[in-house]
């Protein structure tokens, strides 16, 4: 495991102060991969979070270029980079942050083609993809690579998050055992309320990585910020599962 520098002992100080998190959370961090899928309203916040709190190598996943409606909440894109592709506006965005961070940018969405690649190169997951079609193919291989996955998804002013080890916790698949039917692309969205499940689910990645905290391991934080309510509550692993019963 590489140490910590004097640079980023300075830089972390702060965060090394938590309980239980520390020098060797923060060794943890700098050693760790993680990819996040999508750098959109839910995965720019996330990315982001995580190179300021000191991850040491983010593979990113998003295909496509800046347009206009991505300003409202992709907080890694800007409007001098409309046009361009999304996932080096991320880089280059990550990098003024934190020039320390290694970042494999990939200029494709999460298929069942690539995802067994993508998963392989990270210790961990965080799942920002709008569409279950990446969602169930990143579930898929993080169970047959028993690598741990955050599930983070928004609709309007409502947001979810749980965390998947395979093994120990239901996955994605015993939750939507098939896409719902009622999901759509497009939805209505504030950037405010992606930021905010954004920053839980690189939370959680933070937890899981360094091994300190309560990650929310077969539980699912639920939140309306419409009322401002927040709830948890227990999920139940699918015994027959096709993806993780044999896990």
């Known amino acids: 495991m590489h140490p910590l520098t004097d640079e980023e002992r300075a830089?972390?100080?702060?965060?090394?102060?938590?309980?239980?998190?520390?020098?060797?959370?923060?060794?943890?961090?700098?050693?760790?991969?993680?990819?996040?899928?999508?750098?959109?309203?839910?995965?720019?916040?996330?990315?982001?979070?995580?190179?300021?709190?000191?991850?040491?190598?983010?593979?990113l996943a998003h295909a496509g270029v800046v347009k206009p409606s991505d300003l409202n909440r992709q907080l890694l894109m800007t409007h001098a980079w409309l046009g361009r592709p999304r996932v080096e506006s991320a880089r280059r965005r990550l990098l003024e942050l934190n020039p320390r961070l290694d970042i494999v940018a990939v200029q494709e969405n999460v298929s069942e083609e690539n995802a067994a690649g993508l998963v392989a190169q990270a210790d961990l997951t965080v799942d920002c993809a709008p569409l279950f079609s990446e969602r169930f193919a990143m579930n898929r291989q993080s169970v047959a690579q028993a690598k741990p996955i955050v599930e983070c998804a928004m609709y309007d002013l409502e947001a979810t998050i749980t965390t998947v080890v395979p093994g120990r916790t239901p996955c994605l698949a015993c939750l939507h055992p098939s896409e719902p039917p009622q999901w759509k692309r497009e939805f209505p969205v504030f950037g405010a309320v992606s930021g905010t499940v954004g920053c839980m689910a690189a939370m959680e990645a933070i937890k899981v990585i360094a091994g300190f905290g309560d990650p929310l391991l077969g539980r699912m934080a639920q939140i309306d910020l419409r009322d401002m309510s927040f709830r948890t509550f227990d999920l139940q692993r699918d015994e027959s599962c096709p993806v993780c019963a044999s896990a």
């Open 11 to 59: 830089v972390y100080e702060w965060q090394m102060w938590s309980p239980g998190f520390g020098e060797d959370g923060q060794r943890r961090l700098k050693n760790a991969s993680v990819l996040v899928s999508r750098c959109g309203g839910l995965g720019s916040v996330v990315a982001y979070e995580l190179a300021a709190a000191g991850v040491g190598r983010l593979v």
